[in-house]
């Protein structure tokens, strides 16, 4: 048995689950890893200091797969802004044809991708967002509820919500994402209207990830209530791991800080640190409330397999099982 949704029809992949983009996880050993077990993978952009460096690290990944794979392009306000046009440039250059965009509107980027090819699949954390990048042509949506790890939106509203509400206006295909880590996820994402999940967290949790082993094993440890909400008085919500770090970000901004009071705090160099070096305390991390549902460490292949393995079972098994041929009891008078 195979799931296919329009998803995996029109991305071209085998199974309805993708890797989204993750700063400083999303390299080449990680999305080639999902490629060969038949997900899709996303190369973080951004996380490769410049243009050239990223054209390199597309070349890494097509080394170790020759599925298909794409890149992530987050824009989102940062203290001194990266290259996009150049990011952008060396996507098409590579070839590469798919594209996440994800952290503001996807317009000025749509023609150059389409001209050459390349699908775009638009991350959203809103009905309304995913309607508008619907409209703008985009070729999927990836809608992110509230339990996700980085930017949730200012909604705060949770995917059993948030993905219904969507699927009643989105006709592309639409993964959703947040929260998401195991079958009865993907199971249940389905459900309720999408045509495939996202995972970010549990890809962080696996053999190929990148990062530190404590981080790791940090993961796998904790629960549901690990994780903190920065940066909601400015409006910029993020998820990130409760930590020392974290804890001081929220009250200083609580106490009516403002982003210079906390900016040495939230710097992207000590984030980077925590998975390089393995200090869970020495900056802010991002991981999302699924990591209440993480409890291994498995390979990419072990972990797309069992979840599409275990979903089969639940649809044809369990699921299936409750359906019964209902008969109506006639009373005699």
């Known amino acids: 048995m195979t799931l296919t949704t329009k998803f995996t029809e029109v991305f071209g992949v085998e199974h309805p689950i993708a890797q989204g983009g993750m700063q400083w996880v999303g390299r080449a050993e990680l999305v080639a890893a999902v490629a060969n077990a038949g997900g899709l993978g996303f190369i973080t952009a951004l996380t490769q200091p410049t243009p050239a460096e990223l ?34 440039q060396v996507i098409v250059d590579e070839g590469i044809k798919i594209v996440e965009t994800a952290g503001s509107n996807p ?17 959203c954390t809103s009905v309304r967002h995913g309607v508008k990048a619907q409209s703008l042509g985009v070729d999927g949506i990836s809608i992110d509820g509230f339990e996700c790890a980085g930017h949730p939106g200012e909604d705060d509203v949770p995917g059993l919500v948030l993905i ?38 549990r890809f962080m949790c696996t053999v190929e990830s990148c990062i530190h082993q404590n981080v790791k094993e940090a993961i796998v440890a904790g629960d549901e209530r690990g994780t903190e909400l920065i940066f909601r008085t400015l409006h910029n919500t993020a998820r990130v791991a409760s930590n020392v770090v974290s804890r001081e ?22 984030g980077r640190k925590v998975f390089d070096d393995g200090d869970l305390d020495a900056g802010i991390w991002s991981v999302g409330t699924v990591m209440g549902l993480i409890d291994d460490i498995p390979t990419c292949e072990e972990l797309i397999s069992r979840i599409v393995r275990e979903a089969e079972d639940l649809i044809t098994g369990r699921l299936g099982a409750m359906v019964t041929e209902s008969t109506s009891a006639v009373g005699s008078s």
């Open 164 to 201: 219904p509400a969507a699927a009643k206006q989105i006709e592309i295909p639409m993964i959703a994402s947040g929260g998401f880590g195991d079958a009865r996820g993907l199971v249940a994402a389905l459900a309720l209207g999408a045509d495939g999940i996202n995972m970010g967290t």
């Open 249 to 270: 970000v929220v009250e200083i901004l609580k106490d009516g800080g403002q982003f210079e009071d906390v900016k040495d705090l939230v710097a992207g160099v000590r």
């Open 55 to 88: 054209a390199r690290e597309i070349g890494k990944t097509r080394e170790l797969t020759d599925k298909p794979f794409g890149v992530n392009l987050t824009i989102l306000p940062s203290i001194n802004p990266p290259p996009y046009d150049e990011y952008r």
């Open 107 to 123: 317009a000025p980027h749509l023609p150059m991708f389409h001209d050459h090819g390349i699908k775009v699949l638009h991350k």
